[in-house]
């Protein structure tokens, strides 16, 4: 697995100074959690979606979240679990005859409903468990969020695997500021004692916004709502220290356009400019990654983490003069000062980004790089 692995080794040398590298699901966690990139949500009663995760439209997608949650009816639900079970199934089936290999299917995740269901499918499952990455828990308090982690660390025992976590936080106790302050501190107490089974923490503004009867409209970011800006800023606050080894993923963009009216550098007001310039604010406030809902997002939210060759060298210089000095560089572009002591943590954050997303040759942006995979 590695990103924009639908793009040939000709085109990525012809855009990248040092390509994407490839990784499994055994990469260090943290690294991982930023793998993961844009994370496309399927509803788990959709059949055949085993045979859609090897589709040409899907070509770079390296992370899935198969939904039993919001995105499957109460009526349908039955059968929506026997169905994901059943297309899990069918990919082991697969690999085990040679019809697929597993490195090129995309990391998947359940997102279950609650403690039971995760026992439940966990069980239908059986040793098929180990085709997956872990589960996603939805609407994480510091009510359910212990029983959550308790229940997976028992799976993984039980099958002597490393399932990961994948809490959501995007319940009126994170979102109303009387109880937000609180409600955090005792998440965090808790995902600081599951620490190792947290791959990344995931945001819910949609649920968010419906706590106050909004929608936002498809031709504005998550930004210009104000109190939803709010409250992702304290969850930044609380989960991005640089002492700690959590990553926090982007909230969904709800809104799609057909994968062949690439329109973002013809319009400005297009859904994919509006979703681009939302990606460039989640990457600026420390967002990795996003959950997306349409294959024509992928693209998109990947290419914003490809970094530049001037970000780059600038992060390789405060790295490897630690040792000699924790004062000030001056970065090879000669436009900008380098400081040891508080850039430090960016340089390694940077530098882990270049190994999954890759290093853009100079004078190539981001932007060139989607413009040409978005018409190939």
């Not at 109460?74 to 026997?82: F, G, K, P, Q, T």
Request: net charge negative.
């Amino acid at each position: 697995m590695r990103q924009f692995r639908g793009v040939s080794e000709k085109e990525i040398r012809q855009f990248f100074h040092i390509p994407p590298s490839d990784f499994s699901k055994e990469l260090e966690r943290k690294k991982l959690g930023m793998a993961m990139g844009a994370a496309l949500y399927i509803p788990g009663s959709m059949t055949n979606f085993s045979s859609k995760l090897t589709n040409y439209h899907l070509k770079n997608l390296t992370s899935a979240i198969i939904c039993l949650e919001d995105s499957v009816s109460d009526s349908e639900l039955l059968e929506a679990e026997l169905n994901v079970v059943n297309e899990i199934k069918l990919i082991e089936q697969n690999q085990q005859n040679s019809l697929i290999n597993i490195n090129e299917i995309p990391l998947l995740f359940i997102r279950i409903r609650n403690v039971q269901q995760l026992e439940k499918i966990a069980t239908l499952l059986g040793s098929t468990i180990q085709i997956i990455t872990g589960f996603v828990f939805p609407k994480c308090t510091s009510d359910n969020a212990r029983n959550f982690f308790l229940c997976l660390q028992d799976i993984n025992l039980q099958h002597s695997i490393h399932l990961y976590a994948l809490p959501i936080l995007e319940t009126k106790e994170i979102m109303y500021t009387e109880f937000r302050e609180q409600e955090l501190s005792n998440l965090y107490t808790i995902f600081k004692q599951f620490e190792e089974l947290v791959l990344t923490i995931r945001v819910g503004a949609t649920d968010f916004t419906s706590l106050f009867s909004q929608r936002r409209p498809g031709n504005r970011t998550i930004y210009d709502l104000l109190l939803i800006t709010n409250c992702l800023t304290d969850i930044l606050n609380k989960f991005n220290r640089k002492e700690d080894s959590f990553v926090v993923s982007g909230p969904v963009y709800e809104y799609f356009e057909s994968q062949d009216s690439f329109r973002l550098f013809r319009d400005a007001t297009s859904i994919e400019s509006i979703l681009w310039n939302e990606v460039q604010l989640d990457v600026l406030n420390g967002f990795c990654g996003k959950t997306c809902i349409h294959p024509s997002q992928i693209d998109i939210v990947n290419s914003a983490y490809a970094v530049s060759k001037e970000l780059f060298e600038d992060a390789c210089l405060i790295v490897e003069n630690r040792a000699e000095t924790n004062g000030v560089l001056r970065s090879s572009a000669r436009n900008k000062m380098n400081e040891v002591k508080p850039h430090y943590s960016w340089a390694m954050k940077i530098i882990a980004q270049a190994e999954i997303y890759g290093v853009l040759k100079e004078n190539v942006t981001s932007l060139d790089f989607l413009q040409y995979i978005k018409n190939l």
